[in-house]
Protein backbone atom coordinates (compact mmCIF):
# COMPACT_ATOMS: atom_id res chain seq x y z
CA UNK A 1 0.00 0.00 0.00
CA UNK A 2 1.00 3.27 -1.14
CA UNK A 3 2.21 6.22 1.31
CA UNK A 4 -1.05 8.32 -0.21
CA UNK A 5 -3.54 5.24 -0.14
CA UNK A 6 -2.06 4.70 4.04
CA UNK A 7 -3.23 8.53 4.42
CA UNK A 8 -6.20 8.58 3.07
CA UNK A 9 -7.52 5.60 5.92
CA UNK A 10 -9.48 7.62 8.15
CA UNK A 11 -7.29 7.99 12.06
CA UNK A 12 -9.30 6.99 15.05
CA UNK A 13 -9.25 10.33 15.69
CA UNK A 14 -10.80 11.48 12.43
CA UNK A 15 -13.74 9.33 12.92
CA UNK A 16 -14.35 10.25 16.73
CA UNK A 17 -13.52 14.48 15.81
CA UNK A 18 -16.64 13.78 13.03
CA UNK A 19 -18.95 12.27 16.14
CA UNK A 20 -17.53 14.62 19.09
CA UNK A 21 -18.20 17.75 16.47
CA UNK A 22 -21.62 16.77 15.58
CA UNK A 23 -22.65 15.77 19.24
CA UNK A 24 -21.77 19.16 20.73
CA UNK A 25 -23.46 21.10 17.80
CA UNK A 26 -26.62 19.33 17.42
CA UNK A 27 -28.58 21.71 19.38
CA UNK A 28 -27.46 24.63 17.31
CA UNK A 29 -30.03 26.23 14.51
CA UNK A 30 -26.86 26.92 12.32
CA UNK A 31 -24.98 23.71 12.84
CA UNK A 32 -25.19 21.94 9.22
CA UNK A 33 -22.26 20.16 7.08
CA UNK A 34 -20.94 23.58 6.29
CA UNK A 35 -19.99 23.94 10.06
CA UNK A 36 -18.96 20.70 10.54
CA UNK A 37 -16.28 21.06 7.67
CA UNK A 38 -14.94 24.45 9.14
CA UNK A 39 -14.99 22.89 12.67
CA UNK A 40 -12.66 20.24 11.00
CA UNK A 41 -10.46 22.68 9.55
CA UNK A 42 -9.96 25.36 12.27
CA UNK A 43 -9.38 22.86 14.55
CA UNK A 44 -6.93 20.97 12.42
CA UNK A 45 -5.24 24.71 11.91
CA UNK A 46 -5.24 26.00 15.45
CA UNK A 47 -3.37 22.80 16.41
CA UNK A 48 -0.57 22.25 14.18
CA UNK A 49 0.00 25.97 14.89
CA UNK A 50 -0.48 25.38 18.47
CA UNK A 51 1.87 21.67 18.03
CA UNK A 52 3.07 21.27 14.86
CA UNK A 53 0.72 19.16 13.60
CA UNK A 54 -3.19 18.67 13.32
CA UNK A 55 -5.11 16.43 15.80
CA UNK A 56 -6.80 14.17 12.18
CA UNK A 57 -4.93 12.60 9.14
CA UNK A 58 -7.54 15.47 6.82
CA UNK A 59 -6.17 16.81 3.98
CA UNK A 60 -8.00 20.39 3.10
CA UNK A 61 -8.27 21.83 -0.21
CA UNK A 62 -9.94 25.45 -1.22
CA UNK A 63 -13.43 24.82 -2.30
CA UNK A 64 -15.58 27.84 -3.88
CA UNK A 65 -16.38 29.65 -0.72
CA UNK A 66 -14.25 28.04 1.98
CA UNK A 67 -11.69 25.29 2.57
CA UNK A 68 -12.68 21.83 3.45
CA UNK A 69 -11.48 18.42 4.04
CA UNK A 70 -10.90 16.83 1.10
CA UNK A 71 -13.75 15.05 -0.60
CA UNK A 72 -12.24 11.93 -1.49
CA UNK A 73 -11.45 11.30 2.47
CA UNK A 74 -13.99 12.99 4.48
CA UNK A 75 -17.02 12.34 1.98
CA UNK A 76 -16.31 8.50 2.00
CA UNK A 77 -15.69 8.80 5.91
CA UNK A 78 -18.84 10.38 6.81
CA UNK A 79 -20.97 8.06 4.79
CA UNK A 80 -19.78 5.01 5.59
CA UNK A 81 -20.66 6.80 9.50
CA UNK A 82 -24.31 7.22 8.09
CA UNK A 83 -24.31 3.68 6.89
CA UNK A 84 -23.33 1.77 10.27
CA UNK A 85 -25.78 4.20 12.09
CA UNK A 86 -23.26 6.23 13.79
CA UNK A 87 -23.90 9.32 12.25
CA UNK A 88 -27.74 10.18 11.07
CA UNK A 89 -28.25 12.78 7.67
CA UNK A 90 -31.45 15.20 8.46
CA UNK A 91 -32.63 17.71 6.20
CA UNK A 92 -33.88 20.74 7.82
CA UNK A 93 -34.84 24.26 6.77
CA UNK A 94 -33.00 27.22 7.74
CA UNK A 95 -34.66 30.84 7.10
CA UNK A 96 -36.09 29.32 3.57
CA UNK A 97 -32.76 26.95 2.64
CA UNK A 98 -32.56 23.68 2.76
CA UNK A 99 -29.59 22.63 5.26
CA UNK A 100 -27.95 18.64 5.64
CA UNK A 101 -27.22 18.06 9.27
CA UNK A 102 -25.42 14.87 10.76
CA UNK A 103 -26.30 14.22 13.73
CA UNK A 104 -24.36 12.11 16.49
CA UNK A 105 -26.01 8.31 17.00
CA UNK A 106 -23.52 7.19 19.66
CA UNK A 107 -21.16 9.07 22.29
CA UNK A 108 -18.12 9.98 20.79
CA UNK A 109 -14.61 7.59 22.25
CA UNK A 110 -13.03 11.00 23.87
CA UNK A 111 -10.69 8.63 25.12
CA UNK A 112 -8.53 9.08 21.70
CA UNK A 113 -7.94 12.68 22.62
CA UNK A 114 -4.99 14.44 24.81
CA UNK A 115 -6.40 16.60 27.32
CA UNK A 116 -5.25 19.57 25.51
CA UNK A 117 -6.82 18.37 22.28
CA UNK A 118 -10.32 18.36 23.77
CA UNK A 119 -9.46 22.27 25.18
CA UNK A 120 -8.44 23.47 22.17
CA UNK A 121 -11.59 21.64 20.18
CA UNK A 122 -14.07 22.91 22.72
CA UNK A 123 -12.79 26.34 22.22
CA UNK A 124 -12.95 26.17 18.53
CA UNK A 125 -16.40 24.77 18.70
CA UNK A 126 -17.86 27.15 21.06
CA UNK A 127 -15.86 30.25 18.99
CA UNK A 128 -17.82 29.08 15.79
CA UNK A 129 -20.97 27.24 17.28
CA UNK A 130 -22.98 30.75 16.90
CA UNK A 131 -21.70 31.68 13.14
CA UNK A 132 -24.11 30.70 10.30
CA UNK A 133 -22.48 29.71 6.79
CA UNK A 134 -22.27 32.91 5.71
CA UNK A 135 -20.51 34.34 8.83
CA UNK A 136 -18.07 31.47 8.47
CA UNK A 137 -17.24 31.57 4.44
CA UNK A 138 -16.53 35.58 5.43
CA UNK A 139 -14.18 34.79 8.19
CA UNK A 140 -12.25 32.23 6.02
CA UNK A 141 -11.72 34.68 3.02
CA UNK A 142 -9.58 36.73 5.18
CA UNK A 143 -6.95 33.74 5.29
CA UNK A 144 -3.98 34.48 2.73
CA UNK A 145 -4.25 30.83 1.90
CA UNK A 146 -7.37 30.78 0.98
CA UNK A 147 -7.18 34.32 -1.18
CA UNK A 148 -4.07 32.66 -3.03
CA UNK A 149 -4.58 29.20 -3.63
CA UNK A 150 -6.05 28.12 -6.61
CA UNK A 151 -9.37 26.28 -6.75
CA UNK A 152 -9.04 22.81 -5.16
CA UNK A 153 -5.70 22.99 -4.62
CA UNK A 154 -4.77 21.54 -1.17
CA UNK A 155 -4.02 23.83 1.49
CA UNK A 156 -0.49 22.84 3.55
CA UNK A 157 -1.07 23.67 7.32
CA UNK A 158 1.61 25.65 7.39
CA UNK A 159 -0.21 27.88 4.82
CA UNK A 160 -2.31 28.87 8.17
CA UNK A 161 0.61 30.78 9.19
CA UNK A 162 0.31 33.54 6.67
CA UNK A 163 -0.73 36.43 8.76
CA UNK A 164 -0.41 40.29 7.02
CA UNK A 165 -0.93 43.62 9.17
CA UNK A 166 -0.55 47.66 7.95
CA UNK A 167 2.64 48.46 7.34
CA UNK A 168 4.31 51.20 9.95
CA UNK A 169 6.25 54.42 8.55
CA UNK A 170 9.25 52.69 10.59
CA UNK A 171 8.81 49.14 7.91
CA UNK A 172 8.71 51.39 5.20
CA UNK A 173 11.77 53.32 6.10
CA UNK A 174 13.63 49.94 6.16
CA UNK A 175 12.43 48.81 3.13
CA UNK A 176 13.67 51.93 1.64
CA UNK A 177 17.16 51.67 3.29
CA UNK A 178 17.76 47.89 2.05
CA UNK A 179 16.70 49.18 -1.60
CA UNK A 180 19.68 51.37 -1.44
CA UNK A 181 22.19 48.69 0.18
CA UNK A 182 20.89 46.02 -2.46
CA UNK A 183 22.93 45.43 -5.53
CA UNK A 184 20.43 44.14 -8.04
CA UNK A 185 23.43 43.29 -10.72
CA UNK A 186 24.35 40.31 -8.00
CA UNK A 187 22.70 37.27 -8.71
CA UNK A 188 20.68 35.70 -5.90
CA UNK A 189 22.23 32.44 -5.16
CA UNK A 190 19.92 30.04 -3.18
CA UNK A 191 17.12 28.39 -4.51
CA UNK A 192 14.33 27.63 -2.25
CA UNK A 193 11.69 24.80 -2.81
CA UNK A 194 9.87 24.85 -6.33
CA UNK A 195 5.80 24.81 -6.01
CA UNK A 196 5.17 24.68 -10.05
CA UNK A 197 3.74 26.37 -12.05
CA UNK A 198 4.20 29.97 -10.47
CA UNK A 199 7.05 32.07 -9.80
CA UNK A 200 10.56 30.83 -8.70
CA UNK A 201 11.77 31.95 -5.74
CA UNK A 202 15.52 33.08 -4.76
CA UNK A 203 17.30 34.05 -1.78
CA UNK A 204 20.08 36.32 -1.44
CA UNK A 205 22.51 35.34 1.18
CA UNK A 206 21.53 37.64 3.63
CA UNK A 207 18.23 36.69 3.89
CA UNK A 208 19.78 32.94 3.95
CA UNK A 209 21.67 34.17 6.52
CA UNK A 210 19.70 36.25 8.39
CA UNK A 211 16.49 33.77 8.67
CA UNK A 212 19.53 31.32 10.35
CA UNK A 213 19.73 33.73 13.22
CA UNK A 214 16.09 33.64 13.38
CA UNK A 215 15.86 30.47 13.09
CA UNK A 216 17.61 29.83 16.51
CA UNK A 217 15.73 31.96 18.42
CA UNK A 218 12.00 30.57 17.17
CA UNK A 219 12.04 26.88 16.45
CA UNK A 220 9.50 26.73 13.54
CA UNK A 221 11.13 29.25 11.39
CA UNK A 222 11.53 26.61 8.95
CA UNK A 223 7.70 26.38 8.00
CA UNK A 224 7.63 30.37 8.59
CA UNK A 225 9.69 30.70 5.47
CA UNK A 226 8.19 27.61 3.51
CA UNK A 227 4.93 29.93 3.87
CA UNK A 228 6.46 32.81 2.39
CA UNK A 229 7.61 31.03 -0.67
CA UNK A 230 4.21 29.19 -0.71
CA UNK A 231 2.38 32.58 -1.36
CA UNK A 232 5.46 34.68 -2.89
CA UNK A 233 5.31 31.67 -6.07
CA UNK A 234 1.50 32.06 -6.26
CA UNK A 235 1.10 36.18 -6.23
CA UNK A 236 3.99 38.06 -4.65
CA UNK A 237 1.70 41.45 -5.93
CA UNK A 238 -0.32 41.11 -3.35
CA UNK A 239 1.65 42.75 -0.57
CA UNK A 240 2.97 46.79 -0.05
CA UNK A 241 4.81 48.37 -3.38
CA UNK A 242 6.91 50.31 -2.13
CA UNK A 243 9.41 51.57 -4.91
CA UNK A 244 9.34 50.68 -8.41
CA UNK A 245 9.93 46.23 -8.44
CA UNK A 246 10.68 46.13 -4.69
CA UNK A 247 7.90 44.95 -2.27
CA UNK A 248 7.26 44.97 1.87
CA UNK A 249 4.96 42.07 3.80
CA UNK A 250 4.73 42.83 7.28
CA UNK A 251 3.48 39.31 9.12
CA UNK A 252 0.90 39.95 12.42
CA UNK A 253 1.86 37.95 15.51
CA UNK A 254 0.85 34.42 16.09
CA UNK A 255 -0.89 32.37 18.97
CA UNK A 256 2.43 30.47 19.36
CA UNK A 257 5.85 31.51 20.81
CA UNK A 258 7.64 29.54 18.32
CA UNK A 259 6.88 32.11 15.55
CA UNK A 260 8.91 35.33 15.02
CA UNK A 261 6.93 38.64 13.37
CA UNK A 262 9.07 39.52 10.67
CA UNK A 263 9.16 41.90 7.84
CA UNK A 264 10.28 40.84 4.30
CA UNK A 265 11.28 42.63 1.59
CA UNK A 266 11.68 41.24 -2.04
CA UNK A 267 12.08 42.35 -5.40
CA UNK A 268 9.80 40.54 -8.31
CA UNK A 269 11.68 40.35 -11.79
CA UNK A 270 8.24 39.72 -14.17
CA UNK A 271 10.16 39.22 -17.25
CA UNK A 272 11.81 36.27 -15.88
CA UNK A 273 9.29 35.29 -13.68
CA UNK A 274 10.98 35.04 -10.35
CA UNK A 275 11.04 36.71 -6.69
CA UNK A 276 14.04 37.07 -5.17
CA UNK A 277 13.95 37.46 -1.02
CA UNK A 278 16.20 40.30 -0.22
CA UNK A 279 15.81 40.90 3.43
CA UNK A 280 13.76 39.56 6.28
CA UNK A 281 14.23 40.69 10.03
CA UNK A 282 12.46 40.15 13.22
CA UNK A 283 9.71 42.97 13.57
Not at 43 to 72: A, C, R, V, W
Not at 93 to 120: C, H, S
Not at 158 to 163: A, D, G, I, K, V
Request: proline content about 5%; charged content about 30%.
Amino acid sequence: MSRSEISKIPSEKSVELIIYISSKLKDKPNYGSTLLGKSLWFIDSMNYLKTGKPITNFEYIKQEHEPTPEPSQFLSIRDVLVLNGELEKVQSDYFGITQIKYFAKREPKTNVFKKDEIVLINNVIDSLCDINATGISEYTHRFISWIVANQKEKLPFYTFLLTSKEQEIKDIAWAKKAIKSYNKKKKASVWSENYPPGYTIRRTEKFVEKSHELGKRFSRVPELIKAIDWVLQRNPHRFTNVASDYYLWVTEELSSNDFPVVKIFYMINDDDYEVILIDIEEN
